[in-house]
């Protein structure tokens, strides 16, 4: 899960300060489900929320952790569900439908870690959330502490698929 096209450069330190944030949420998965791990940050840098996947444990095909993540910060914020100059920090590069919530909650930013070649939609397979058609384009900086977010899928992926 490696190698994805270049965008947004290699990031800040901030960046890998939120996406060392985004690992320690994925830590907290659920056993059954991929260990992806999201977090939101406010506009002053202040955490909002954070989430792991939890398709497998709540039994809910959207429950992944960007979308869980999205909709907790949009209850702490309470004024609406726009997150206008909010980051998203998440270990592997969203799929068409989280790629989507993003643009439809109007993040400010969008920051991952691992490429995902298979299903990513910020870059490797699609590139949803940059499309000139759609009302709104987040920031991106893609590929922040990319073999330590790859290395927490592979080691899943070794001990739960043959």
Do not use: Y
Not at 12 to 32: G, K, Q, W
């Amino acid at each position: 899960m490696t190698g994805g096209p270049s965008i947004g450069g290699a990031g800040s330190r901030s960046d890998e300060v939120m996406i060392r944030a985004a690992l320690a949420a994925a830590a907290d998965a659920d056993p059954r489900d991929v260990p992806v791990g999201a977090v939101v940050f406010g506009p002053d840098g202040r955490e909002l929320a954070r989430a792991a996947n939890a398709r497998e444990a709540l039994g809910d095909p959207t429950a992944h952790a960007e979308v869980l993540a999205l909709r907790a910060a949009a209850r702490v914020l309470g004024d609406g569900w726009r997150l206008e100059g909010a980051t998203l920090a998440v270990t592997l590069e969203p799929c068409t439908m989280c790629a989507g919530a993003l643009v439809a909650s109007r993040i400010g930013k969008l920051v991952f870690g691992a490429w995902e070649p298979k299903t990513g939609a910020v870059g490797s397979l699609w590139d949803v959330v940059r499309d000139r058609r759609l009302n709104h384009r987040p920031q991106v900086r893609g590929g922040i502490l990319e073999s330590e977010c790859a290395a927490v899928l592979d080691a899943f992926f070794r001990t739960h698929r043959p």
